[in-house]
C-alpha cells in the first residue's frame, strides 16, 4: 500500500434547469468524492482545473481548497463536495489535480482523471 494515495472519483450531472441553450450557456454540477488510500494522513491544499469545451477552449481553475475547505483524510477517510461548471457548448471535459500534504510534511499531487460533460440522451 502506498504511504500517499488519494482517490478522486467524479460525477457529473447536467443541470437543464440552470441552462440556457438559446444562448450558448449549459451547466452541469459534479459531485465529487476524495478518499485517502494512503497510510498517512493528508490534508487537500488547493486544486487544479482544466475544463475543455466542445470548441476545443480551454480555461484554468486555480485555487485554495475545495468549496472553501481545506479537508484533512486520516486512512480511509474521504470528504465529498458538489459544484459546478458552465459550459458555452453542449459538452466538454474536465481533468486536474488536487496538491496535497501529507502530515509528515511530505507534498504529492492527486491526480482528476478526465471525465465528460455530456447531455443526456433525448428522445425524438
Known sequence: MKKYAIAVVVHPEFLP?????????????????????GTIAAQIVARHWII???????????????????????????FEY??????????????????CVAEDGETFTAPIAAFNLTLPPTLH
Open 52 to 78: 475543455t469545451d466542445a470548441n476545443g477552449k480551454v480555461e484554468e481553475v486555480k485555487g485554495l481548497g475545495v468549496v472553501g475547505a481545506q479537508p484533512l483524510l486520516r486512512p480511509g477517510e474521504s
Open 17 to 37: 434547469e440552470h441552462s440556457r441553450p438559446s444562448q450558448n450557456n449549459y451547466v452541469w454540477a459534479y459531485t465529487v468524492t476524495i478518499t485517502n488510500i
Open 82 to 99: 458538489t459544484s459546478g461548471c458552465p459550459l458555452a457548448t453542449p459538452g466538454g471535459v474536465m481533468s486536474g489535480s488536487y496538491f
